[in-house]
């Protein structure tokens, strides 16, 4: 996943945005902040023409449609929500008063009012289908409408100070709030209390540990986190995973639960590392975006980011934001935008997601999950014929294509922490598949090999063909084997390898026996200091990035070690062009640089001792001239014909 920031919106006198709220069926962005401020914008991307050609999709310029400001509110506006059902917006502000907004001929107007002139409103949520609000407000009173302004019940609970409010995603049977004590009490859909949420359980270290922080010195309230955000993804577009935790709860000292279920015992835990003020879950439930500010780089100042994990707690971005703090954060409807309010702006970031895909020969393959089904739908799809072939799935990983077949890395159901890689034909016909200890973390594949890498290890599979390889013919003055010699033409048999990537850096090497790899023979101190996080493979060579930019080759089909350099970058995605002459590196930033290879392939004379270097190059019309293009986040290089 890469993201970027692509748009900014000041806003007017500068006045600081406390809330903001982007309608999932219309595009309606709410904003509110200081001084009753409560603005409803729209953005619509500039019309192309043949004169003035413009750039298609979310990376498209946009413009402003709608940009009506709302009045009514006297103080701060603290809590925007959308009611996507009904096309309705509910606001309030720090003095207690809910406004109730409707659209009518293109203006907003208002359509309900209330206050109770006792205490704020701390948070409000709509049912998943729209047809009841809670709203809570600090002093513990709770009240549950219907849509048409009708209270369905009230209730003040006593002794306690509401912070946060959800609906189960069941239809709303249950609901949770979290009080300023640091716990999240369950509640049934007509207000009877169920249960409390065993945030920590005291069976783990890590949790014994978190525990601690928050019941130290109980006898002052005011040094327990608070609790910043709740949300409970509803399913609605489907799981990544059947056994996805959905349930999120984060507290403001930057520790992050997510659940199965209000009662779950084995929970994933997150420590961000920084002072939270928001988080929120993607419309797929896929990627959690958790806001906030920290010492992120271990310098002195602090910086305001937002870091994004999946529903099991690994970390895939982090977007660092200018300004002194963010204040509410919402998701576009597709999950590819993302606003932010920021100090007196607002943030616009574009998100480009890591989908599940791949093309070779005439078909391309994609997976997508569904609502209705706990796997994956994997289509093949012939691009001459137009014929589609699906299959279901489970626990899909990743999926990698070349020559005339793909593979598709699986998760096994049961405890083994195995993973499968299966490869298929053109109509998903699967013809082989192994097991393997090492985590896909990394992937790569060319016509012959599929190569997987953890953060320390590399596994190597050289599956079994039933087509001969066409070998193709270069010009380049590479010494290397051609592909007909490194895949052979026909192979009846498949082989495996396995290594640290430390120790074959070093010259040992680990391969299979007897047919028969032995996983069980791993180093006693197995983590490297300097991780894997990218490779990419031709038909001859095998590239491996680390984390410190040195990227190490290996020459197939043996993955004989045969040198490496540094970057100048921390890669994140590496690819080979055809003749594995040229090499395209994108870094952690989003910035995309060609490397020239020959350097490297230069043989030197007796005695002579070679300092290998990378040049950062492109060859136009025979010209070397620099390149570098940013907010890259996939390139492909061309295959032969």
């Known amino acids: 996943m890469f993201i970027y920031l692509s748009k900014k919106i000041a806003i007017p006198n500068g006045v600081k945005l406390h809330s903001v709220s982007w309608n999932a069926d219309q595009g309606w962005i709410a904003c509110g902040g200081e001084g009753g401020l409560l603005k409803i914008l729209k953005l619509e991307p500039q019309p192309s023409t043949r004169e003035h050609p413009t750039t298609t999709g979310i990376a498209a310029p946009s413009n402003l449609s709608m940009n009506q400001p709302l009045e009514g509110h006297q103080g701060a506006v603290t809590c925007v929500t959308w009611n996507d059902n009904f096309r309705k917006l509910t606001s309030s502000d720090q003095n207690g008063l809910i406004i109730v907004w409707l659209l009518y001929r293109g203006m907003w107007f208002e359509e309900m009012i209330n206050n109770r002139y006792k205490s704020v409103v701390k948070d409000m949520k709509w049912t998943s289908d729209g047809q009841k609000i809670c709203i809570v407000y600090e002093d513990g009173a709770v009240i549950v409408g219907s849509v048409d302004g009708n209270r369905i019940w009230g209730k003040e609970l006593p002794k306690v100070n509401l912070q946060r409010v959800e609906w189960s995603p069941d239809g709303g049977r249950h609901i949770l709030f979290a009080t300023s004590q640091a716990e999240v009490h369950v509640y049934d859909g007509m207000g009877n209390f169920i249960s409390k949420v065993p945030l920590f359980c005291v069976d783990r270290s890590d949790d014994v540990q978190i525990e601690n922080s928050l019941t130290a010195n109980s006898a002052n309230a005011t040094i327990l986190p608070q609790i910043v955000g709740i949300d409970w993804y509803d399913g609605c577009e489907g799981y990544v995973d059947p056994n996805a935790p959905s349930l999120m709860i984060a507290f403001e000292n930057g520790k992050i639960k997510i659940m199965r279920n209000e009662s779950d015992e084995k929970p994933v835990l997150i420590d961000t590392g920084m002072r ?8 797929s439930g896929s990627i959690l975006a958790a806001a906030g500010i920290g010492n992120l780089d271990g310098k002195d100042q602090n910086s305001a980011a937002v870091q994004f994990y999946t529903p099991f707690g690994q970390h895939i971005r982090t977007l660092r934001v200018p300004g002194g703090g963010i204040s509410g954060l919402s ?127 590399v596994y190597m599979w050289q599956f079994r063909s039933t087509q001969p390889m066409t070998p193709y013919s270069t010009t380049t003055t590479s010494t290397q084997p051609t592909p007909s010699d490194s895949l052979g033409m026909l192979r009846k048999e498949s082989k495996e390898k396995f290594f640290h990537i430390d120790d074959l850096a070093s010259g040992t090497n680990t391969t299979s026996n007897n047919g028969k790899l032995e996983f069980s023979k791993k180093r006693t101190n197995a983590v490297t200091h300097d991780q894997i996080c990218c490779l990419t493979a031709s038909d001859t060579i095998l590239m491996i990035g680390r984390e410190s930019g040195t990227v190490q080759r290996y020459t197939f089909p043996d993955l004989r070690y045969t040198d490496k350099c540094l970057l100048r970058c921390r890669p994140y995605a590496l690819a080979l062009n055809c003749t594995s002459s040229r090499m395209s590196v994108i870094d952690i930033n989003g910035i995309l640089t060609l490397v020239d290879l020959d350097p490297l392939r230069s043989a030197p004379t007796s005695g002579q001792k070679v300092t290998l270097s990378f040049t950062f190059e492109f060859f136009v019309c025979g010209v070397i001239e620099p390149f570098s293009v940013v907010h890259v986040w996939c390139n492909f290089c061309a295959t032969p014909v």
């Open 331 to 457: 998701w576009e409807r597709e999950g590819l935008r993302l606003a932010l309010a920021v100090d007196s702006f607002l943030y616009f970031a574009n998100i480009r997601p890591s989908y599940r895909w791949g093309s070779f020969g005439h078909t391309i393959v994609y997976a997508f999950t569904r609502p209705d089904r706990p796997e994956h739908c994997v289509v093949f799809c012939d691009t001459k014929s137009d014929e589609r072939y699906v299959k279901y799935v489970k626990k899909l990983l990743a999926i990698r294509a070349a020559g005339d077949h793909c593979v598709l890395v699986t998760k096994t159901d049961d405890a083994s922490d195995q993973y499968i890689l299966i490869l298929c034909n053109s109509i998903g016909t699967p013809l082989d598949s192994k097991y393997t200890e090492v985590e896909p973390v990394s992937i790569a594949m060319n016509r012959g090999f599929v190569v997987i890498a953890s953060e320390s290890y």
């Open 276 to 283: 939270l003020t928001c988080t929120k879950w993607n419309p």
